[in-house]
């Protein structure tokens, strides 16, 4: 388990794309700020597979959080600039094998 957060802490600062909705689409672009499944932020912890990441750019407002970590915020466009818990199984990150 210890090797696994380890391997996840590579994302920290990373650009992100963030999934949602069905089907699943890119609702938003970010950058990874935590992924210790410990890290409380509201009213949740992360937990195990979920990253924190702060949005940058909202692109579907109405896009429903997997995980809202207060009561009154339940879409990207009521978070709109500010950290979200997203898994990270959602998230794409940009290929760094695209120098054609």
């Known amino acids: 388990m210890f ?9 920290i600062g990373k650009d992100c794309e963030l999934r ?3 089907p699943l689409e890119l609702v938003a672009r970010g ?9 409380e932020y509201g009213e ?22 997997p995980f809202p970590h207060n009561a ?3 879409t990207l466009g009521q978070v709109v600039q500010r950290a979200v818990i997203w898994p990270k199984e959602f998230l794409v990150f940009a ?3 695209s120098s054609s």
């Open 31 to 39: 950058v990874v700020q935590d992924v210790d499944p410990n890290t």
């Open 44 to 65: 949740r912890t992360l937990e195990e597979g979920n990253f924190k990441v702060y949005v940058q750019v909202v692109r579907r407002a109405d896009a429903i959080l």
């Open 72 to 74: 009154w915020q339940k």
């Open 3 to 11: 090797s696994f957060q380890l391997e996840n802490t590579y994302y």
């Open 20 to 22: 949602g909705g069905w």
């Open 95 to 97: 290929s760094h094998s």
